[in-house]
T-cell receptor
Framework: NAGVTQTPKFQVLKTGQSMTLQCAQD?????MYWYRQDPGMGLRLIYY???????DKGEVPNGYNVSRLNKREFSLRLESAAPSQTSVYFC???????????FGDGTRLSIL | GEDVEQSLFLSVREGDSSVINCTYT??????LYWYKQEPGAGLQLLTY?????DMKQDQRLTVLLNKKDKHLSLRIADTQTGDSAIYFC??????????????FGKGTHLIIQP
């Protein structure tokens, strides 16, 4: 019972490099989310997708793009990585509005 | 806008009860969640409550909601070393449709003393 799977688990990039973080869920959920977690902070929403084919900006979308490839997969892309994007990135999914979000184990991204 | 506040640290003795508090600012129609995060891991959903409820109990966990004060608490009975983690309070306004993200507090580090 995999739930939400994120790849890779760890990544180190140089400033200016690009990178795509992958997320897949096997719970047939409609909605998917990307958050970032910084030290001493709660999670902040980057982008979300209410359903296949739709995406919307969250609280901190600058420097990121997303693709909802199909119902299962929601990817997050950094086109030109910056040190300020060093963070732990979490993907989540939920069935309906108000239903709990289920989280992946995170991708730990360092940008030098 | 939405805002969720939590104390950053709580220290309790093993076997005692832990009470983690949270305040929120959103409307009366709100979902409220408690998540647990162990070091290096993702977020594990512990429990959740809708704002038309006052209390929810699940084994060692009790959630109390004071709607008037917009105050939420998570009580962990008989706290064990395995409960050592960061606990996040999160809220989501019920809008009748659409899927907005959650607003999280900064998390409470629960420290267990032997």
């Amino acid at each position: 019972n995999a739930g939400v799977t994120q790849t890779p688990k760890f990544q180190v990039l140089k400033t200016g490099q690009s990178m795509t973080l992958q997320c897949a869920q096997d719970m047939n959920h409609n909605s998917m989310y990307w958050y970032r977690q910084d030290p001493g902070m709660g999670l902040r929403l980057i982008y979300y997708s209410a359903s296949e084919g739709t995406t919307d900006k969250g609280e901190v979308p600058n420097g990121y793009n997303v693709s909802r490839l199909n119902k299962r997969e929601f990817s997050l892309r950094l086109e030109s990585a910056a040190p300020s994007q060093t963070s732990v990135y979490f993907c989540a999914s939920s069935d309906e509005a108000g239903q709990p979000q289920h989280f992946g184990d995170g991708t730990r991204l360092s940008i030098l | 806008g939405e805002d969720v506040e939590q104390s950053l640290f709580l220290s309790v003795r093993e076997g005692d009860s832990s009470v983690i508090n949270c305040t929120y600012t959103d409307s009366s129609s709100t979902y409220l969640y408690w998540y647990k995060q162990e070091p290096g891991a993702g977020l594990q959903l512990l429990t959740y409550i809708f704002s038309n409820m006052d209390m929810k109990q699940d084994q060692r966990l009790t959630v109390l909601l004071n709607k008037k004060d917009k105050h939420l608490s998570l009580r962990i009975a008989d706290t064990q070393t395995g409960d050592s983690a960061i606990y996040f309070c999160a809220e989501k306004e019920y809008s009748g449709g659409g899927a907005d993200g959650l607003t999280f507090g900064k998390g409470t580090h629960l420290i267990i003393q032997p």
